[in-house]
């Protein structure tokens, strides 16, 4: 399988696209994120082995979601069972993705606690009070061990972003597949990084009206995943085989049944290449444009060569 490098402007279709494979299903995507975020805190009343319990079963939960999202796009319907599909194939190996991510975390919280020093850690974990003098001290190691801890953390991640997909989708053994996740985020790291910076905004404006925008957002961050994996992995952009009708529980989002734009309602700028909806588009002929001036640019270059 290749790794394909995409443009940096991807990041923002990415999430585009996720907004359009979200709206397929808005109420059984919000009902599948809240049961995952209550089986986290059930988890979390446990202490310590709970945390341990589900980072080592995420990769389970992600890989169906990711199967949810590739029924969707078949033109199927997504249900809660979709959040469990992980656990009826490859399961083993994608707990063995979780525990290698689970491993590598411990380390790095270990090397940190090595870096940072026992006041650093009796006044984070005891409230230990310091003074001025040691306070100076204290901060310099705290600084130190977030750029190391962020250092070892952000490729941890890389190894872990894609590893769940290729494990459920192509059967690939999870050390494989982490490493292919690893060099397909530092090819396309450009894209990923607009990706991200788009998905930190958007986090801060979703959490000013009391959080309440997470309840989108976190499902958008979860079909964006699926989206860029098609666009890296199989070069395929995001394709509705049919119309989905709009189901009696989605019916407050909107009062009539509503077309779900796919691949057919999008076209390709002829100058800058950017995907933009048909009804948007600038139009030229047999070629389509993000905005009348790229439609002069595109004209006025071909002018030019013809002229010479």
Known sequence: MEVRHVKARQGLQWIMSGFYLFRMAPMVWMLLCFTLILIAMTLAIIPLLGQFIFTLISPVFLAGLMLGCRELEKGEKLDIAHLFAGFKKNTAPLITVGGIYLIGQ??????????????????????????????????????????????????????????????????????????KSFFACLKNILPLQLYGVILIILTVIA????????????????????????????????????????????????????????????????????????????????????????????????????TE
Not at 108 to 118: E, F, N, P, Y
Not at 124 to 132: A, D, I, M, S, W
Not at 138 to 147: E, G, I, K, W, Y
């Open 207 to 306: 959490i000013i009206p009391y959080g309440l925008g997470l309840i989108v957002l976190i499902p958008i961050i979860f079909t964006s995943i699926y989206v860029s994996y098609k666009d890296i992995f199989l070069s395929e952009p995001l394709t509705i085989k049919k119309s989905q009708t709009v189901a009696p529980e989605d019916t407050s989002w909107s009062s009539t049944e509503e077309e779900i734009p796919t691949e057919g309602d999008m076209v390709k700028c002829g100058q800058c290449g950017v995907h933009i909806l048909r009804n948007e588009a600038v139009s030229a002929g047999d070629k389509y444009f993000c905005s009348d001036e790229h439609r002069q640019q595109f004209q006025s270059s071909s002018e030019k060569k013809e």
């Open 106 to 179: 411990v380390l790095i919280v270990g090397i940190v606690m090595l870096i940072g020093g026992t006041a650093m850690m009796e006044m984070l974990l005891q409230g230990k009070r310091v003074n001025e003098n040691e306070l100076m001290e204290v901060a310099d190691d705290m600084l130190s061990a977030t750029l190391v801890a962020l250092a070892l953390s952000i490729p941890l991640l890389m190894a872990a972003w894609f590893s769940p997909l290729l494990v459920a989708f192509h059967n690939m053994p999870p050390i494989l597949a982490m490493k």
